[in-house]
Structure formats: C-alpha cells, structure tokens
C-alpha cells in the first residue's frame, strides 16, 4: 500500500474534526524525522509504506511511549515492527482528531 493513498484519509480524519493538514503533517514530520521537502518527496514519489517508514530518516525515540487501543489493538503490544510503526501514526491521528493538545500528541 502506498503512502499517498493512506495520506489523504489522515488529513480528512482530522479535517473533520476541526483539525488541519499542517497538524497532520507536524506529526509525521516528528514520529520520521523527514524534513518538509523529504516528505513532500515522498508523497510525490507514492513510496509504499515500508519503504516510507525504512527510509524515515530518524524515527523518534518519544514513540516508545505511544500507548492505546487502534482498532481493538493494543499498539505496544505489536510484534510486527512495520506494523508497529504505521499504529503509532494511526494512534497519534486518532488523538490529534479526538482533540488532543499537540504538546501532549507530540509527547513533550
């Protein structure tokens, strides 16, 4: 699956609850490490999910502390890293969208 075609569904699950496209995209850019242009790169190139996630330049230690339910799955207890790592994004869309304080989405 490519990212691009998941992209649009994040900013839309946001965009309904009051939330923006810059807000999704300051998450992604904090859970990867990629810069605004790398992303943008990305989404351009329709990168497929485990290429965005292996090719993220750093992926944020904070992430560990990511804790919750994503469709009836606990995300820690994920065993499958590829997985793991799209559930934190699921997971922090479902706060942002749910009204969460960037700070707190952000982990800081």
Do not use: H
């Not at 900013?11 to 810059?22: L, Q, Y």
């Not at 990168?47 to 804790?67: G, M």
Request: aromatic share 8%; glycine share 6%; with cysteine.
């Amino acid at each position: 699956m490519r990212f691009a075609s998941v992209y649009p569904a994040y900013v839309a699950k946001a965009e309904r609850k009051g939330r923006t496209r810059a807000e999704v995209d300051q998450i992604i850019l904090w859970l990867t490490g990629f810069s605004p242009e790398a992303f943008a790169a990305q989404l351009a190139n329709k990168t497929d999910l485990e290429t965005f996630f292996a090719q993220a330049p750093r992926l944020n230690p904070a992430r560990a502390e990511i804790k919750g339910v994503v469709c009836g799955v606990r995300v820690e207890e994920v065993a499958e890293p590829l997985m793991r790592e799209i559930r934190y994004l699921d997971k922090l869309i479902d706060e942002l969208a749910k009204g969460k304080a960037m700070e707190k989405i952000l982990r800081g």
